[in-house]
């Protein structure tokens, strides 16, 4: 599967960083056991250049890794086994020209392979060595030059995607090829075997297919636990903050209660003493006057609701926050989804409010009464979280004058709930819409979005709870996300669609 990103100029590249392949399994069709020594290096053969391959994808990941390298600890450590790949690579492609009797590689290449190494349009011996050259200026370039635009860097990533792969596919193809046909001068007499060891070597590359297959779910399984553990942390982080501020804001807010008898009974004995004495000395009432005792008698019960209501308010601060960074995520609880809404737009209150050119963004609340839904709540919480900065994102992108965010739940059939997050932000255009669930794309600049955020919603709410994530564009203009879950457990997995539907009101223009 590639993947691509736009430089400065808007110019395209693509680059196959996750499309890893393994070495074709031939291990019916070389059984030491059937076959001569002839058949023994021609498998080395098939073998290491299929290596060379996967040498040359592996380097140019691992040279995109060290442009986009947060530390001086990472580059170097990534400059390293770049220069182990690299020369692991070099030592490859001279074992197939010169032969190397450790990895049972002859120094005699058939005229056909030969050409295909040293002449063009293939070329290959040419190609690799200028393949190594640029991974090696790339090493060799300081930190302030690893950009995306870094020329060794496209070279790398165009040459690993298409034309040096292109020259190793043929070129292992070739030797296949010729390796079939002196299987078949040896074994000529074993035809029935030679049969047999074909239909094994199907089998092994469907294996092989299966097995690249689940090497791109694994390396997207780890870029989205990757993510899940700075979520992880953050929640932690967020919980922990919220921990400190209740104990105090809680004593405060406890004892504010008594605070307020205290300070009544106090303004009783003073009131119930001027009216006793009213007449006071000269220095009591001089001293009355200094501290506008009249003003202060009317303030002071101010002063305290004014405690009162901020106490409360910073309480249901403090609720929401660990509400939203739930640490149980790892069981499936009965939650109220509102509450969950809540807790979310609250969180993301200082975007929502009006910023110097940006104004307020108003959030219209559609609710149904919805029962407790079972359901990973700090994962949802997430997914919300996603969504909504992703409207506010695209709505900021053209600076609405009315920006508006609306919010609708509903119970469906089969025990299922949907949430609906629309905007009248610009809308997603359809070459958009078909990637816009992938691992790693986004529409944002460089540094301001990962392309993870909707890829890590859509496996929460498909394969996490066996829901549905739909992204559909607004006719009137905007976008909607529609949120289908089980109500229950044992949720079953579905699907995600991209489609056009008037009645669904929701989706984004950018993706994170």
């Known amino acids: 599967m590639g993947r691509g990103f736009l430089n400065s100029n808007g110019t395209h590249y693509k680059y196959f960083y996750w499309e890893i392949l393994p070495l074709v399994a031939l291990a019916h069709y070389l059984d030491i056991h059937q076959i001569t020594a002839a058949r023994l290096i021609s498998a080395a053969v098939v073998n290491v250049s299929g290596r ?16 986009f390298a947060q530390t001086q600890e990472a580059r170097d450590n990534l400059r390293c086994q770049l220069r182990e790949i690299i020369i692991l690579m070099e030592k490859s492609h001279e074992g197939l020209i010169h032969g190397d009797s450790t990895l049972n590689l002859s120094d005699q290449m058939s005229p056909t392979v030969k050409k295909m190494y040293f002449e063009a349009p293939i070329n290959l011996d040419n190609k690799v060595r200028l393949y190594i050259a640029e991974v090696q ?10 950009t995306s635009e870094n020329d060794h860097l496209i070279y790398i990533l165009n040459s690993s995607s298409s034309d040096l792969l292109a020259a190793f596919d043929a070129v292992v193809t070739q030797y296949q090829k010729e390796s079939d046909i002196e299987q078949l001068a040896i074994d000529m007499h074993l035809l029935e075997l030679y049969q047999q060891s074909i239909t094994a070597q199907q089998a092994e590359q469907e294996k092989a297919q299966k097995l690249e297959n689940t090497l791109r779910e694994l390396q997207k399984a ?24 209740n104990n105090p804001v809680s004593f405060i807010s406890g004892n504010l209660h008594y605070a307020r008898d205290y300070v009544n009974s106090l303004l009783s004995l003073l009131q119930l003493y001027h009216q006793e004495y009213p007449h006071a000395n000269p220095q009591i009432q001089e001293h009355a006057k200094d501290i506008e005792l009249d003003f202060l008698l009317e303030d002071l019960p101010k002063v305290l609701s004014s405690m009162q209501v901020g106490t409360e308010r910073i309480c249901h601060l403090v609720r929401s926050l660990r509400n939203f960074s739930r640490t149980d995520q790892e069981d499936m609880k009965c939650v109220d989804i509102h509450e969950g809404i809540e807790s979310t737009l609250l969180i993301l209150q200082n975007r929502l409010k009006a ?7 108003e959030v219209i609340k559609e609710y149904s009464n919805l029962p407790l839904v079972e359901c990973y709540a700090g994962q949802i919480n997430q997914v919300l979280m ?56 986004t529409t944002k600049e460089v540094g301001k979005g990962t392309g993870l955020g ?15 994530l739909l992204c559909t564009p607004i006719l009137t203009g905007g976008t909607q996300f529609s949120i289908e879950i089980p109500m229950g457990q044992n949720p079953q997995p579905s699907f995600v669609k991209n489609c056009n539907n008037d009645d669904v009101v929701s989706s984004m223009a950018n993706c994170i």
């Not at 060379?52 to 442009?67: E, G, K, N, P, W």
């Not at 200026?137 to 690893?146: A, R």
């Open 355 to 361: 910023r110097g050119k940006y104004p307020t963004v």
């Open 454 to 468: 909707l890829s890590i919603s859509y496996q929460i709410i498909v394969e996490n709870h066996g829901g549905l």
């Open 137 to 146: 200026f790339l090493l060799e370039d300081k930190d302030d030059k690893l």
């Open 386 to 441: 996603n969504i909504i900065s992703n409207a506010i994102d695209a709505m900021e992108e053209v600076n609405l004058e009315n920006p508006e965010i609306r919010i609708a739940t509903k119970i469906l059939e089969d025990n299922r709930i949907a949430i609906y997050i629309a905007d009248n932000g610009p809308g997603v255009p359809e070459n958009v819409a078909k990637h816009i669930f992938d691992p790693f794309f």
């Open 222 to 245: 780890q870029a989205q636990l990757i993510h899940a553990e700075k979520m992880s942390s953050l929640g932690q982080l967020v919980a922990g903050v919220a921990h400190e501020i």
């Open 52 to 67: 060379q391959r996967m040498l040359c994808q592996r380097s140019a990941l691992f040279c995109l890794q060290l442009v």
